[in-house]
């Protein structure tokens, strides 16, 4: 049945109109006794006033109908659906529950059933509209799902279980995956080929119920350089999951490649000198210049005077400055030479020094820092070991959480969504538009 819209706008009207004339009045009253403070009668008038919200809205989905749009329809299976009835059904949304009424189809050859209303609107199998499902997204992206649940429903009346919390964060972070290099790709397309494109990549420990496991995170970022030479960041996204360094490098490289590593000027892989990052740079970004993380290098110093003087002592002071001054230069022959004159009896000690020989021969290629630095090109890693602990600890390392393979996977790819700032571009392919159907209203 077609109704007239001024009608309903008139019958709109009139409810807010009501409901807004009570809030005020109870405002008033509540400032006037002195028994409230002003936030909860803040507090009082979101309550009062968020249904506003809902009626508007509900009354907008009035204007869509039901759905129906004939009494019969074809069914996949070959078969064919008829209409048998309207069906109720309540909406979570912003503004607390909405009634919406959809025509229900049923095919009696496969025994299916479809309400055409739910998926022109995107709430097909779900409750809760697409906003709600946004604001429990980033919600749960930032906190526990009980905390998150518990900060929903204080700031927003909005009253959802954990589980659900859990679950539909689940589902959205499975969601995400498989256009995740497209709307890289589409986010960065329209900047002109970098001067530096660097590429870099660490792990981090997460506590899985298989015990203590390593994700990968990469960061990829631009950078060009200021009047002095000196290089300043620009855009940066990570990439991240749980698996093998051969299947992560992959993943890096096809980031990279999406983001115009191609069309860069110049290319940089930075990392804090563990081998498996060097095998990767190697066989993925044969033509990026290596750089190990110089405070990284410069912490193997640090431990190395402590261990052989301790944290205090003057001795330890003195030869760490100088050995730090001789690395920050780029004189790794001159640093090996002190590094080899380190002497005890202790071989505990001897093998210390033996491994950080070691460990600057294999890297001192890496350690070029004084030409690094001429040539306007970062020294360190802090942009994915700040992503270390922005995208994944953050999140995931706090006390007590321990989780299973998919609920971690699907939790970090929703987080790397958002973070990434791909959220709008997700949820305009993800959410349908409000698809053409006979209009209830005139």
């Known amino acids: 049945m077609r109704g007239n819209l001024e009608e309903l706008v008139e019958q709109v009207r009139r409810k807010v109109a009501d409901t807004a004339e009570a809030a005020l009045r109870q405002a008033v009253s509540g400032m006037r006794t002195g028994e409230e403070n002003l936030g909860q009668v803040e507090r009082q008038v ?6 506003v919200g809902g009626v508007i809205l509900e009354a907008a989905l009035q204007t869509m109908g039901n759905g129906k749009e ?10 064919t659906m008829r209409y048998v009835s309207d069906r109720p059904k309540t909406l979570q949304t912003l503004f607390g529950a909405v009634e919406l009424r959809r025509a229900y189809y049923h095919c009696s050859n496969c025994g299916s059933g479809d309400f055409p209303l739910d ?3 995107g709430v097909e199998g779900t409750s809760l509209t697409p906003a709600t499902q946004e604001v429990v997204a980033w919600a749960d992206a930032e906190m526990a799902y009980g905390r998150a649940a518990q900060f929903l429903e204080r700031v927003m009346g909005l009253c959802l279980s954990k589980d659900t919390h859990e679950t539909l964060s689940g589902d959205l972070g499975e969601a995400v995956q498989p256009k995740e290099l497209e709307r890289a790709r589409a986010a960065w397309d329209a900047l002109p080929p970098a001067e530096d494109f660097y590429i870099s990549c660490d792990g981090v420990k997460v506590n899985t119920l298989d015990g203590w496991k390593e994700p990968k995170l990469g960061a990829v970022f631009r950078a060009a350089r200021d009047e002095k030479g000196e290089p300043i960041r620009g855009p940066t996204r990570y990439v991240a999951h749980r698996e093998e360094a051969e299947p992560f490098g992959q993943r890096l490289w096809q980031l990279a490649e999406a983001l115009g590593m191609r069309r860069a000027r110049r290319v940089a892989v930075l990392g804090d000198g563990a081998p498996w990052i060097w095998n990767l740079a190697h066989f993925y970004f044969p033509e990026g210049i290596q750089i190990v993380d110089f405070y990284h290098a410069a912490e193997r110093l640090s431990e190395l005077a402590k261990a052989f003087w301790g944290e205090t002592a003057s001795p330890a002071k003195r030869w760490l400055g100088s050995a730090r001054s001789l690395l920050h ?9 002190a590094l080899k004159r380190l002497t005890s009896p202790r071989k505990d000690l001897r093998d210390l020094r033996r491994k950080a020989v070691a ?4 890297n001192r290629h890496r ?3 004084d030409r690094f630095r001429k040539m306007g090109l970062f020294i360190g890693s802090g942009v994915v070991e700040a992503g270390c602990k922005s995208v994944v600890a953050h999140r995931f390392k706090q006390s007590g959480m321990r989780w299973s393979e998919k609920g971690f996977l699907n939790l ?3 987080r790397l969504c958002i973070l990434n700032g791909d ?6 392919a993800h959410y349908p538009r409000v698809q053409n159907l006979p209009a209830a209203y005139f």
């Open 46 to 51: 979101r309550d009062q006033t968020r249904p």
């Open 70 to 79: 004939r009494c019969h329809r074809p069914c996949a299976c070959g078969g």
């Open 119 to 121: 998926r022109a609107l």
């Open 329 to 337: 230069q780029g004189k790794t022959s001159a640093l090996l030479r």
């Open 359 to 362: 460990y600057f021969t294999e």
């Open 367 to 369: 350690m070029r820092y």
């Open 412 to 414: 970090l790819h929703l």
């Open 423 to 428: 959220w709008d571009a997700f949820a305009r």
